[in-house]
């Protein structure tokens, strides 16, 4: 077996018989598997031609595309490192990242972040010049080296890089990773992302299904679009997009048709749970993970009674819950969930540091969980998100899922606020559904008093939002978790 990760992939594709078989559906064309390791070679050449040597970092300023597919193949084929990074930030968040990556060479994508060419100290070249030279089917050692590297979503600080080996994506073939016949996937989570990554390009590769590939990032009317045009079977996406998709006419016969709908990247609230079980059943996948682990658990909510349940662990990935002391609590009581994974990767600040790397070890997620006695995790919450009120520890996510359970509410969060007087107390920040007729998504004084009174009714007092302040939209980065550290510095603009 091959310790390359383009390689291997190159490699099971041929043993399947696939190389004629479409990979890609993309710019209005097909791309098949064969093409999809041609491009990747012609691509490896032109690194190798341009002098980058190995463990060169490469830095993907491009869209979801074939230029991603291929200059990510290509980096890992020459021996260097792919950094793929999300062209939709604003220039300062972006210009950050790419001087946190300290590249060889930056790639750029000339419809959506042209001005890199001149704004980085860095040499840039476009995808295409990359791709029209000849395939070099030389491919580098893999083994422990990096092959990819992926930013943080920095919810809790600034974003820093994860280094991911080619021996992680080189593993045993598993037959029942094999997608069904005829089946189409569209993930909604970019590549950028691990989770979206590992839909629309591993998934792929290593199961022979198509995927769309959408080079502008999808609206939710344009993600019904292409739903509907490629006759998608397989969807991925963070719950805050199917909230929204939920708003779209012919939504319901769309979700319908589909096999599988998935959902990662943040919380799946009780409200958009109580909307997608009842149209998709047991098609609806729950996943949680991290950028620095993978996967931690997955099930299908249908089978589950109450909204914080997420499913078992994945397959080899043993959960514990501990006590502050670091003492294992019996089931169903709470604490912080830790994982033992074969690989962990704490992100670093900058591309020429050494990668902090892990194996087989106990990760500690940062999570407030539980997991029942039949080994299902429940997540409540972030540990670092907990709120001091009246000398009392409040988890947003329990006040939030009540106040998303309101039919009036869309989606909400909740922060401590300190006050004049000095208190501090909690604030909920809301975003409404949108009535017919209105003149936006405002709630209104009686909407806000009727959700205080929600949370009065049903929990303790220190839990009880002081107020309610209405936004067209939460604070969130480029993956969908809500920055609450934005929350936090601007709430006292509403005291």
């Known amino acids: 077996m091959s310790e390359n990760m383009t390689q291997h992939l190159a490699e099971h594709v041929r043993d399947q018989g696939w190389n004629d078989r479409v990979a890609f559906l993309a710019d209005d064309r097909a791309w098949t598997f064969g093409q999809v390791f041609d491009g990747a070679a012609r691509v490896a050449g032109a690194y190798r031609a341009a002098g980058l040597g190995r463990g060169d970092r490469v830095l993907l300023a491009l869209p979801d595309s074939m230029e991603m597919v291929w200059c990510l193949l290509g980096a890992a084929q020459a021996g260097l490192v792919a950094v793929p990074v999300n062209v939709q930030m604003g220039r300062e968040d972006l210009a950050r990242d790419v001087a946190a990556a300290e590249p060889a060479l930056v790639v750029v994508d000339p419809d959506t972040v042209a001005w890199l060419h001149t704004a980085v100290p860095y040499p840039t070249t476009g995808a295409e010049s990359l791709v029209a030279g000849e395939p070099d089917p030389r491919f580098a050692d893999g083994g422990e080296a990096p092959a990819l590297a992926l930013f943080t979503s920095g919810t809790t600080g600034v974003p820093k890089l994860c280094f991911y080996p080619h021996r992680n994506f080189v593993g045993v073939r598993r037959p029942d990773r094999v997608a069904e016949p005829r089946t189409v996937g569209l993930s909604l989570s970019r590549m950028y992302f691990l989770g979206g990554l590992g839909v629309s390009l591993f998934t792929t590769l290593e199961g022979g299904r198509t995927t769309v590939l959408s080079r502008p990032r999808a609206t939710p009317a344009a993600a019904i679009e292409l739903i509907r045009r490629h006759q998608v079977t397989d969807l991925l996406a963070q719950p805050s997009f199917l909230a929204r998709l939920l708003l779209e006419p012919g939504h319901a016969e769309v979700l319908g048709r589909l096999r599988q709908v998935t959902c990662a990247g943040e919380v799946l609230s009780a409200r958009l749970r109580g909307q997608l079980v009842p149209i998709l059943g047991e098609r609806l996948v729950n996943v949680y993970g991290a950028t620095e682990i993978g996967g931690i658990a997955v099930g299908r909510p249908a089978a589950y009674g109450l909204p914080s349940a997420i499913g078992p662990s994945f397959e080899g990935r043993p959960v514990r819950v501990v006590d502050a002391d670091g003492h294992a609590v019996p089931a169903g009581r709470r604490g912080e969930l830790h994982i033992r994974v074969p690989f962990a ?71 401590a606020v300190r006050r004049p007087a000095g208190d501090t107390s909690l604030r909920a920040y809301v975003v409404a559904v949108p009535v017919a007729g209105s003149d936006g998504s405002t709630g209104g004084d009686a909407l806000a008093a009727e959700l205080v009174d929600l949370v009065r009714s049903r929990l303790s007092w220190y839990k009880v939002p002081h107020d309610v302040v209405w936004l067209d939209a939460l604070p969130r980065n480029g993956n969908g978790k809500i920055l609450r550290r934005q929350l936090r510095a601007d709430g006292n603009q509403f005291v």
Do not use: F, Y
């Open 345 to 415: 990767t704490r992100g670093v600040a900058r591309g020429s540091l050494v990668p902090h790397q892990m194996t087989d070890t106990w990760w500690p997620t940062g999570d407030l969980a539980s997991v029942d006695e039949d080994a299902v995790v429940h997540v409540h919450g972030r540990l670092d998100d907990v709120e001091v009120i009246g000398g009392q520890n409040v988890v947003p996510g329990e006040v939030e899922r009540l106040l998303e359970g309101h039919p009036r509410v869309l989606e909400a969060a909740v922060s």
